[in-house]
């Protein structure tokens, strides 16, 4: 889920130059990203690094992964819009999408002169089962952070999405053609349990009580549905609350397949912040967070 430390290792990850993975510079036309990558330069002469918006101290530019495949699922996968993106798929019954998501991951590939393609993509946790179907030597990592944690986040950056969509031109409309319903104006949260309050009025302990509970849910919709699959270790379970140091990654690297290089090791060093929230520790203390205390026990760090 956003807001649980994806974007940092997908970066951090990124930097070790074993992986291809999608990249701001590939929009708007990445449906032709071979043919795009060779002239997008002049397209983005002028875009500088710069912090995220959503207040993260993280910062971008045009070769910076994000979760921007969610786009071929929006243009292929049936029903999206009626059924929503958290749709549960577990097999290959779509021709169209099956092809395209082959395509696209095929010509990153080809882009980046690799032979390994790093997905950066929340919303794949409603996919595993298919995905495993489709690429069985794929390596799923599930970042899990404290849910009290999380949704005190979420809610931060959801109420700074809501003034952006006032003062930022056409902000809201371009979150939703790029598939990012988390924050914002037009956020549409996942439901797994047929609740019919989706977006309550945007009060902030209303805003953090419902990421909560979305955060919970989903928690528990991983135990019910991937036990198997994590105990098998196709899915790995990382507690990002955990990480304090680059060493403390060793296992996943170890999972992956990839070494401890200069280059990540770099990335690790300028970016990474150990971050307390001990303003959080009251509520921690009165909410019952068992699944992710039972996920927690099989995390790699």
Same mark, same amino acid.
């Given at each position: 889920?956003?807001?649980?430390?994806?974007?940092?290792?997908?970066? %951090?990850?990124? *930097? &070790?130059?074993?992986?291809?993975?999608?990249?701001? @510079? !590939?929009?708007?036309?990445? #449906?032709?990203?071979?043919?795009?990558?060779?002239?997008?330069?002049?397209?983005?002469?002028?875009?500088?690094?710069?912090?995220?918006?959503?207040?993260?101290?993280?910062?971008?530019?045009?070769?910076?992964?994000?979760?921007?495949?969610?786009?071929?699922?929006?243009?292929?996968?049936?029903?999206?819009?009626?059924?929503?993106?958290?749709?549960?798929?577990?097999?290959?019954?779509?021709?169209?999408?099956?092809?395209?998501?082959?395509?696209?991951?095929?010509?990153?590939?080809?882009?980046?002169?690799?032979d390994r393609y790093l997905s950066k993509n929340n919303n794949n946790?409603?996919?595993?089962?298919?995905?495993?179907?489709?690429?069985?030597?794929?390596?799923?990592?599930?970042?899990?952070?404290?849910?009290?944690? %999380?949704?005190? *986040? &979420?809610?931060?950056?959801?109420?700074?999405?809501? @003034? !952006?969509?006032?003062?930022? #031109?056409?902000?809201?409309?371009?979150?939703?053609?790029?598939?990012?319903?988390?924050?914002?104006?037009?956020?549409?949260?996942?439901?797994?349990?047929?609740?019919?309050?989706?977006?309550?009025?945007?009060?902030?302990?209303?805003?953090?009580?419902?990421?909560?509970?979305?955060?919970?849910?989903?928690?528990?919709?991983?135990?019910?549905?991937?036990?198997?699959?994590?105990?098998?270790?196709?899915?790995?379970?990382?507690?990002y609350d955990n990480l304090k140091k680059i060493n403390d990654l060793?296992?996943?690297?170890?999972?992956?397949?990839?070494?401890?290089?200069?280059?990540?090791?770099?990335?690790?060093?300028?970016?990474?912040?150990?971050?307390?929230?001990?303003?959080?520790?009251?509520?921690?203390?009165?909410?019952?967070?068992?699944?992710?205390?039972?996920?927690?026990?099989?995390?790699?760090?």
């Amino acid at each position: 889920m956003a807001r649980s430390g994806t974007t940092f290792l997908t970066h %951090l990850l990124d *930097s &070790s130059n074993y992986f291809g993975t999608f990249k701001y @510079k !590939y929009l708007p036309f990445y #449906k032709t990203p071979i043919f795009w990558n060779y002239i997008n330069n002049l397209f983005y002469l002028s875009k500088k690094k710069r912090q995220r918006l959503h207040g993260d101290n993280l910062k971008v530019n045009i070769n910076s992964p994000d979760s921007f495949e969610e786009l071929i699922w929006k243009n292929f996968l049936k029903d999206y819009d009626l059924k929503g993106y958290w749709q549960k798929v577990e097999y290959d019954e779509f021709s169209d999408l099956s092809k395209n998501l082959d395509l696209f991951i095929k010509k990153i590939i080809h882009i980046n002169k690799v032979d390994r393609y790093l997905s950066k993509n929340n919303n794949n946790i409603f996919r595993i089962k298919y995905l495993l179907k489709k690429f069985p030597d794929s390596k799923i990592v599930v970042v899990i952070r404290n849910p009290v944690d %999380l949704a005190f *986040s &979420s809610t931060k950056v959801h109420l700074k999405f809501l @003034k !952006y969509h006032k003062t930022i #031109k056409n902000f809201s409309e371009e979150l939703s053609e790029l598939g990012h319903y988390e924050f914002g104006f037009q956020r549409k949260m996942f439901n797994l349990t047929g609740s019919k309050s989706l977006n309550p009025q945007n009060i902030r302990f209303k805003t953090i009580n419902l990421y909560l509970q979305r955060y919970l849910d989903l928690l528990n919709f991983i135990s019910k549905n991937y036990s198997k699959e994590i105990e098998d270790k196709k899915i790995v379970i990382l507690n990002y609350d955990n990480l304090k140091k680059i060493n403390d990654l060793s296992k996943l690297f170890q999972f992956l397949h990839i070494d401890l290089n200069e280059d990540i090791q770099s990335y690790f060093d300028s970016n990474f912040v150990l971050k307390t929230y001990q303003r959080n520790e009251k509520f921690k203390k009165k909410i019952i967070i068992q699944e992710f205390i039972n996920l927690s026990k099989y995390s790699i760090v």
